[in-house]
């Protein structure tokens, strides 16, 4: 699933994926360039990755509008 909001300081974009696996090699090395672009924007990315469960990859940009 993913769920965008707009707080009024900032744009929160968060995917969840069920899955059976671990993330896997590519999607840590998406991840890396992923964290590198909403750094240089001046946000911030989580993961949070449950054992058997869930990824949760959130990212959070901040804006103004």
């Known amino acids: ?16 994926e069920d899955r059976d696996a671990g993330p896997g090699q590519e999607l840590e ?16 990315l989580r993961v949070e990755n449950i054992p058997d469960g869930p990824i949760t990859i959130q990212a959070e940009i901040p804006c103004g509008w």
């Open 29 to 44: 090395a998406g991840l890396s360039d992923v964290a590198d672009r909403v750094g240089a924007l001046g946000g911030k």
């Open 1 to 16: 699933t993913v769920d965008i909001e707009h707080d009024g300081n900032r744009l929160i974009v968060k995917i969840t």
